[in-house]
């Protein structure tokens, strides 16, 4: 599976982004899918992720209710749309992806990983 991430830029605090991935190759639904993102000096950490079906999503408490996570497995894409976006959410995001029923909740357990995306929040 290869992964292309897009959409981020710049924004200002309380501003709006939607970031997107497409995924190559015809198995994307049999997937878990998810976001992390990596500030400078920081370790990779989990954003969000999402089940095969879209069905469960799951997120770390510094953007729950905040951001959303989703998927169309009709075009192979992953989305996270980003609200009430704060400068500590700057870092690059990037989209991964696991295999089987697994859910990419953790760095450890994503199989693939697509080249990131930056995003800057100012305040």
């Known amino acids: 599976v290869q992964l292309q991430a897009s959409g981020g830029g710049l924004v200002q605090a309380g501003g709006s982004l939607r970031l997107s991935c497409a995924a190559s190759?015809?198995?994307?639904?049999?997937?878990?899918m998810g976001w992390f993102r990596q500030a400078p000096g920081k370790e990779r950490e989990f954003v969000a992720a999402?089940?095969?079906?879209?069905?469960?999503?799951y997120y770390a408490d510094s953007v729950k209710g905040r951001f959303t996570i989703s998927r169309d497995n009709a075009k192979n894409t992953v989305y996270l749309q980003m609200n009430s976006l704060k400068p500590e959410d700057t870092a690059v995001y990037y989209c991964a992806a696991v295999g089987g029923m697994t859910i990419p909740t953790h760095a450890r357990l994503v199989d693939y990983w697509g080249k990131g995306t930056q995003v800057t929040v100012s305040s």
């Open positions: 999402i089940n095969w079906s879209g069905g469960s999503t």
């Open positions: 190759g015809r198995t994307f639904s049999t997937y878990g």
